[in-house]
């Protein structure tokens, strides 16, 4: 506190004070509450030997940790096309030339399927059919990377690149038409093509504004890339599961749930922090 602090702003402290103390006490109060709900049912004590075994627990936690990095490849190897993609198909959607009205009704058509059609409905069609198309062509080699054809390493990420682009799409669309129609006018009024006017002034308001969504989109990602593993590689969830059906517990799923946690709670933090950053520098309303 110091002497230059308004009464306002001392108000407003005491409030936020005030605010985290309520909050605290009441979540202890629901947890203390919950927590003798549940150790006191009936069934408490098989489901804590089914899904909650501590030796369980710490036996299999490393084990199932290890295949994190797959988990963390699949991811890295979907994210970038998934957003370059995303944003080829958002500036089909937005085009406004006539000549490529064909584009624009791809853009639509595309978005409205796989936004349809479940994820693990995508991976399944992709992962199982084209291999079958593809059994007799040999091995590829891209950019570096070389495997069979039908690898489900190779169409197991391309399943999750067509679903989650579609999402990211409609991210990046909403983005550049929240960007106010005088932007356009005066890029025009002072000699931009429409090229010039969407790279220099649509598309870097447009990106700013959807960077809290995409991360969402990309959190979500995280925890889907596991959905590969009905295509056969062993990951955290696959192996997880197959030490579930030799042991006959569920506690090494409860440990793939805390790996995925530890990895999804900061991310979200994360988009929290800067959707508030956000909404302070746009004069929004943060809630404390």
Request: aromatic content about 12%; hydrophobic content about 50%.
């Amino acid at each position: 506190m110091t002497k230059h602090d308004t009464r306002r702003q001392l108000w407003l402290r005491r409030q936020r004070r005030r605010a985290v103390l309520i909050a605290t006490v009441s979540t202890v109060a629901v947890a203390t509450i919950t927590w003798y709900l549940v150790t006191n049912a009936a069934g408490w004590p098989k489901v804590k030997q089914i899904f909650f075994d501590g030796d369980r627990f710490r036996q299999d936690f490393p084990e199932v940790l290890s295949f994190l990095w797959e988990d963390v490849k699949l991811f890295l190897q979907c994210a970038p096309f998934i957003l370059i993609w995303g944003m080829v198909l958002a500036l089909f959607r937005n085009t406004r030339n006539p000549a490529l009205f064909p584009l624009r009704a791809f853009a639509a058509a595309y978005t409205d399927f796989f936004r349809g059609v479940p994820v693990i409905l995508t991976i399944y069609l992709v992962g199982f059919g084209i291999p079958k198309l593809t059994k007799d062509w040999g091995d590829f080699h891209i950019l570096g990377f070389g495997g069979a054809w039908n690898s489900p390493y190779l169409w197991g990420p391309v399943a999750l690149v067509l679903a989650y682009s579609a999402y990211v799409s409609e991210v990046f669309r909403s983005g550049i038409e929240g960007v106010h129609e005088s932007q356009r006018a005066g890029s025009r009024s002072l000699g931009l093509t429409h090229g010039q006017t969407m790279r220099f002034v649509v598309l870097p308001q447009a990106s700013r504004r959807v960077i809290p969504p995409l991360m969402n989109d990309m959190l979500s990602l995280q925890k889907d890339v596991a959905l590969v593993s009905l295509l056969g590689p062993i990951e955290v969830f696959r192996r997880a599961t197959s030490i579930k059906d030799r042991t006959a517990n569920f506690t090494p799923l409860v440990a793939a749930a805390v790996i995925f946690l530890i990895i999804t709670i900061p991310e979200t933090r994360l988009v929290d922090w800067y959707s508030a950053r956000q909404r302070k520098r746009t004069g929004g309303t943060v809630i404390s």
